[in-house]
């Protein structure tokens, strides 16, 4: 029987939107309920949020952004086709429309955001994601996999959650765009691979985000998330060793916005906090995530070829395949 081991990644996002976000994920992360954070670099307590990481010595990554507030790159700041006529990125639909003109060079700004981020830390990222499932769009997939390849960073994100479509409490566009992102995701798997780009095995975020979280629908993602993986073919195949084909770590990472509720017009990223850092929703992923039950969730999936079991959180940076 195959022994698999399943290790649970929990990313704050957003790390560095404002200061009462920068205090909800750090009391995530004391308490064990998050292993790592995503830092948005041109978010108004970005520097706040760096000296946080270093202080807890909380693992982290950069939350590449492209759609939201100012870019960092000086040069960009004026005629650029990043930029709206404000000058600020053109949000999250925006952007998408612009980018399937063909309209979108974007290549200095993410190597702006990674050299802003070292600068802020004073070490290369762990991992990049993208902020709004940007990295995955076509048009920024293959410069985002380069500026990856060049700075020798090997992990990133990819938005495909098993069992999104029986979602039924999610509204039709939102789960419109989720599908998107899924398609997105599916389409971009070449590219990551071709340099040598790795990702969890599994993922999870988008049918447990704010109102819609709770520890029983985190609990009840990761279980169909785990039996979805464990029933594919290739899970049976193991690239392993010889010697390691009886065992295999299964890695899921769980996507969390917790934090306070922005209060403005502190926060954002150039253009002042948004709508939905201003609600409770936030506040609600921090509250669940702090809920005892949540530290108790446990995840076993059996059949006659395979057994998964649960161990504990581990730090982004931490896991090997």
Known sequence: ????????????????????????IVECFLAGAVSNVSLLVNGSAAADA??????????????????????????????????????FFHGKMGFRTVLAKGLLK???????????????????????????????????????????KEYGIKYT????????????????PLMDFYLGVEKDSLDTLDVFKRHGIRWADVYVGLSTMGKNMSVSDIQSA???????????????TTQFSPQHQQSRTVTIELMVHPGY????????????????????????ELQTLMNPDYFMMTVTYKNPTITCQYTTLCPFMSYVL
């Not at 994100?157 to 039709?172: D, K, Q």
């Open 222 to 236: 990761i279980d169909t998330a785990v039996a979805a993986f464990a029933t594919k073919e290739n899970f049976l």
């Open 157 to 172: 994100r990819v938005p495909v959650e098993p069992g999104l479509r029986s979602c039924a409490w999610i509204e039709p």
């Open 50 to 87: 760096a000296q946080l990481a270093r202080r807890h010595n909380i693992p982290i990554g950069l939350h590449a952004n492209l759609s939201e507030g100012s870019p960092v790159c000086k040069a960009l700041k004026k005629n650029s086709s990043l930029l709206n006529k404000d000058g």
């Open 106 to 148: 974007m290549s200095e700004e993410l190597t702006a955001q990674v050299d802003l981020f070292c600068e802020l830390t004073g070490h290369v990222p762990h991992h990049i994601d993208g902020h709004q499932h940007v990295h995955v769009l076509p048009g920024v997939r293959h410069v985002f996999a380069q500026v990856l």
């Open 261 to 284: 509720p922005t209060i403005p017009p502190v926060g954002g990223c150039g253009e002042g906090p948004d709508d939905f850092s201003q609600s409770w929703e936030r506040l609600h």
């Open 1 to 24: 029987m195959l022994q698999a081991r399943v290790k649970l990644i929990v990313t704050g996002d957003d790390f560095g939107y404002c200061p009462r976000r920068n205090q909800g």
